[in-house]
């Protein structure tokens, strides 16, 4: 049998690769002999995956509560998959940083064009019933989110906007800052001051892992990357452009898309319905009452003050014309 040059090229390649892991080239070449052919099912893992849809009623909509929110979950793994590529680079490089941002920026974009599953995909009163049997659970439990802000900015920039003087930044630990952090507000009762169970749980598995991830990102988040390109004069308008891009997805229209969802199926005045998780939705989502903001040095002082009331207007108008 004659071998073509490319053939034995590789052949050569192949046998160099596996000698100096200490491999023998021969019965790597029988385990190809003997092995299955690979298919797209078992590659996905496609059964296991249809399988994780285990909903807690028969009604017909909670599947797709179900899957919207894995899918969401599925994009933030993406998001923290290029997080996590910037932040363990040795070197800041512009294009990477430009490359990781634009994907992260089109999986939020996605997700939030997405949410008409969730604000008009769903029968509410399917929803009000299929929701009583999720409590205490709800999206507020969501880590990943977490770690898409810890890895995003400065931790400190995290801390609830009304403690935010009570604390020295400059000199408090993460642990001291972590007691003071945004999303804590959000599932207190207002009335006893007490955390809500969905909070103890999620604290009680997560915290720990928070703060640790807190600690390894100092110096290396994307906003230390773009400071890092700033310095050295690298930074243009285009990586501005991106960041603010990521800032108000996250920010904003995110945190708006849960806001109109939490306004179709639980407002209802005079009374509107808790949550799941007994979070404060009203006053937790909407993004002017949190002024949470990853870059503010990125932002004029007017659209600081009226942060996400862009969206609100666009909602609007949209509504007017409809």
């Known amino acids: 049998m004659h071998f073509s040059p490319e053939l034995t090229d590789r052949i050569e390649q192949l046998s160099a690769k596996y000698e100096a892991s200490g491999q023998d080239l021969i019965a790597f070449l029988d385990g190809l002999l003997y092995a299955d052919y690979l298919t797209y099912w078992n590659y996905i893992h ?26 969401t979950e599925l994009y933030f793994k993406l998001t923290l998959h290029e997080i996590n590529k910037v932040a363990n680079s040795k070197n800041t490089d512009l294009h990477e940083v430009k490359t990781c941002l634009r994907r992260i920026n089109r999986y939020f974009e996605a997700l939030t064009h997405s949410f008409s599953i969730m604000n008009e995909g769903m029968e509410r009163e399917q929803f009000l019933k299929f929701r009583l049997s999720l409590i205490p659970a709800s999206g507020f439990q969501s880590v990943q989110y977490r770690m898409i802000e810890i890895g995003a900015t400065h931790f400190y920039r995290l801390i609830d906007k009304d403690c935010r003087d009570q604390i020295d930044v400059r000199n408090a630990s993460i642990e001291e800052m972590y007691e003071f952090i945004y999303w804590k507000k959000g599932a207190i009762v207002e009335s006893t001051g007490e955390k809500t169970l969905t909070l103890r749980q999620f604290e009680e598995k997560y915290s720990a892992t928070l703060i640790q991830l807190a600690k390894s990102f100092t110096g290396r988040t994307l906003w230390d990357h773009y400071l890092h390109l700033q ?92």
Do not use: C
């Open 46 to 71: 496609l059964d296991t995956l249809l399988s994780l849809q285990n909903p807690r009623t028969h009604l017909h909509d909670e599947p797709i509560f179900i899957m919207y929110h894995q899918i």
């Open 231 to 322: 310095y050295t004069g690298e930074a243009d308008e285009e990586l501005k452009r991106l960041y603010r891009a990521f800032d108000e997805n996250v920010n904003v229209l995110w945190p708006l898309q849960h806001y109109k969802s939490a306004v179709t199926y639980l407002a209802r005045r005079p009374d509107d319905i808790a949550a799941t998780g007994g979070t404060n939705w009203q006053k937790y989502l909407p993004p002017r009452f949190q002024k949470r903001i990853f870059y503010p040095e990125l932002w004029s002082d007017a659209e600081i003050n009226d942060w996400g009331k862009s969206w609100v207007n666009k909602q609007l108008t949209h509504q007017r014309s409809s």
